[in-house]
């Protein structure tokens, strides 16, 4: 199999449009790219078209109109090739009745068309890996929600795959199964691509460095993580101090005085700070570190409060719900 | 991919590059026969299969020990070639029903996460419906064959002999053609609809239609009452060469005709 040009994107969609029986548009016009060694991010809400996305990435859909590339070959139902170089997990994967995991790895693997020398000894490498030597002939039908997870984990890795495709993996796990699983992805993004769909954003920020936001079909941020988090406004700051009470007192009636400081409390020895909207936050906070100084106060520390992908998440969510018919002008520009 | 230098300097040190991973040799049609393997272990292992083969041998059983009954009591002399025949027309048209919801549950069984998990993997839509049509047809083939066998080798034991063998073999084998059609019938209404409830019953109301066309074609052509009003002759070995090919080309051509569409169609199917 010829390998992709190394400059082709891994994943690449263009004006990806998906539209069921002509009443619900679940894709609306997704043009992303996903370069190699990214681990890109999926978030949305519940029917925002993450699955979708995924399945006509996968080739389980066709797509209204657009194109979905991967490894820069237009993927299509019958793209078996292309779907060699792809590991899945689906949302609640199901499997056959009757089956143990050995049979069931090796019926995925034949499924790859993997050669019984080459499969037979990867499938006994990854129930060691994940974990399920043991119960390696017991019916799947049996298995708890974590073991049915790390078998979906084999599974995607069976074929060794360039790319992974993983919709929501940590749903329904526990926390010590959660994080296994975060801990794998980490691990493998070493050294694949991976996409990850998940409702969860605390897993997203810790490990992916890209992100993907979809709300009602529509593609409303794609790039690096940590500009989307810069998108949000850092005006919420809590400061721990160390010193007189007194001078503290002092410094938070001063501080209370600085214009761009819209709220600013007093909680023990931690101020908590809140900046007008339009502040510029370095200016103000290095006012306030003036006025720290000057009452003679220790800077214990300071932290920016919030989950950051969650604000962004929401902001960019919120701010494309506002923006109503205004948003059809940026698609004529 | 560039391949590495023959020895890559590092550190004033030299150092053996790895070496390249073999390229897998990749067995073009090993996803069509796990498909087609998984789910003729799966037909086997269902209870509508199950149901259907016990059906069948109950009602061949019946029939034996109802004629035997009549032979012993009445004197009345059955000939074999009338019981098989009517044991066939009811696993024929009896069993319909079940074959068509075998057959329909074919893919549309496996519709959602369970395709997702197959379909995702390196198997192209059509070694999947090749795959599903084959597994179905070999399971359901073989349970008729057997059925068959021990049919018309119970008859030639039990009761009066008119049957020859050959023809019992080729009554087998034309009656099993018809059942072939029914089941790539179901085959192909499984892939055109996501759930296998109402693929069978779109496979019973095209049944149906095609009895009403079949009706009102000409004796010419080999309609499914025609094979079973031949079936008599052909278990005496009173049959043409001509007549076996021409059913089994009618039958061919619409079973493979079917696959065709129903493969056509699958493949341009969201899941």
Known sequence: MAENAADDPVVETVQLTKIYQNRHIALNDVTLKLERGCVLGLLGANGAGKTTLLRLIIGLHRPTAGVAKVFGEEMSPNSAELRRRIGYIPTNPRFPKGMTPISYLDYMAKLFGLPRDVRKPRMGMLLRAVDLLGAGGTQIDTFSNGMTARLAVATSLINDPDLLIWDEPTHGLDPEARRSMLDLIKGLSREKTLIVSSHNLNDIDEVCNHAAVLSHGQLIYSGPLHDLKSRMRRNHFEVDVDGDQKAVTRALATIKALGDVQHVSLEHRRLNLRLQEDAVATATLGQVFQVLSEAKLTLIGIRSVGQQTEEAFLDLVEKEEQRGFTRIYRQAA | ?271
Not at chain 2, 99 to 109: D, Q
Not at chain 2, 152 to 181: K, N, Q
Not at chain 2, 222 to 239: D, N, S, V
């Open chain 2, 1 to 271: 991919m560039a391949s590495p230098a023959s020895t890559v300097k590092l550190h004033n040190r030299s150092v053996a590059p790895e070496p390249e991973p073999t390229p897998v040799a990749y067995q073009a049609w090993l996803p069509y026969w796990a498909v087609l393997e998984a789910d003729f272990l799966q037909v086997f292992s269902s209870w509508v299969y199950r149901s259907w083969i016990l059906v069948a041998a109950t009602m061949a059983i019946g029939l034996f020990i109802y004629r035997w009954g009549l032979y012993n009591e009445a004197k009345i002399i059955q000939p074999a070639s009338h019981v098989i025949t009517h044991l066939l027309r009811g696993i024929l048209m009896g069993s319909v029903a079940l074959v068509g919801v075998i057959a329909a549950g074919a893919i549309a069984g496996e519709r959602g996460s369970l395709a997702d998990s197959i379909l995702s993997r390196g198997i192209s839509r059509y070694q999947y419906y090749l795959g599903k049509w084959h597994g179905r047809l070999l399971a359901i083939l073989l349970g008729h064959v057997l059925l068959g066998a021990l049919t018309v080798g119970g008859t030639r034991i039990i009761l009066h002999e008119d049957v020859t063998l050959e023809g019992g073999m080729v009554a087998i084998f034309i009656s099993g053609a018809a059942l072939a059609v029914v089941v790539s019938l179901g085959v192909m209404m499984s892939a055109m609809f996501a759930r296998p409830l109402a693929a069978a019953a779109g496979l019973w109301v095209l049944l149906y239609a095609a009895g009403l066309i079949f009706g009102a074609m000409p004796h010419s052509i080999p309609t499914p009452e025609w094979i079973l009003q031949k079936l008599p002759f052909i278990l005496k070995g009173e049959y043409t060469r001509e007549m076996v090919v021409q059913v089994v080309l009618y039958a061919g051509g619409a079973s493979i005709g079917s696959a065709i569409f129903g493969m056509a169609l699958f493949a341009r199917k969201d899941l």
